[in-house]
């Protein structure tokens, strides 16, 4: 059970859920997602990040933008570190930020964090 393959498959799990819009459930799998990744791939690893960006999004559409905030900036500096500032995944966490930061009508620091990508 604390294989990054097992990991993998709660991940998977939480995305149905949560295009499901069943936002709790998915929740549940990305958290034990999460748990089985950090022990087995570390903190630092592009799928854990992955999985960080999934518990942001899953926060965002449950209105909870600062919690939202702070599972983006973990993955966001995970992404850098480990496959940079050209990537896609990097880009489309960084734009997840911008919109939290217009959520919360932080309009500069929305329009910084768009100039970056």
């Known amino acids: 059970p604390e294989h990054s393959s097992t990991a993998g498959t709660y991940h998977e799990i939480g995305n149905v859920l949560y295009y ?9 799998q990305y958290q034990k997602a999460l748990e089985i990744k950090l022990k087995a791939l570390g903190p630092e690893h592009s799928s854990t990040a992955g999985t960080y960006h999934e ?57 910084e964090q768009n100039q970056k990508e």
């Open 20 to 28: 499901q819009g069943k936002y709790e459930k998915a929740m549940q």
């Open 55 to 111: 518990i942001g999004n899953v926060l965002y559409y449950q209105g909870k933008y600062e919690k939202a905030m702070q599972q983006y900036q973990k993955a966001l500096e995970i992404k850098l570190k480990t496959i940079g500032t050209e990537h896609p995944s990097t880009a489309t966490t960084s734009r997840c930020i911008a919109t939290v930061l217009r959520k919360q009508r932080k309009y500069e620091n929305a329009m």
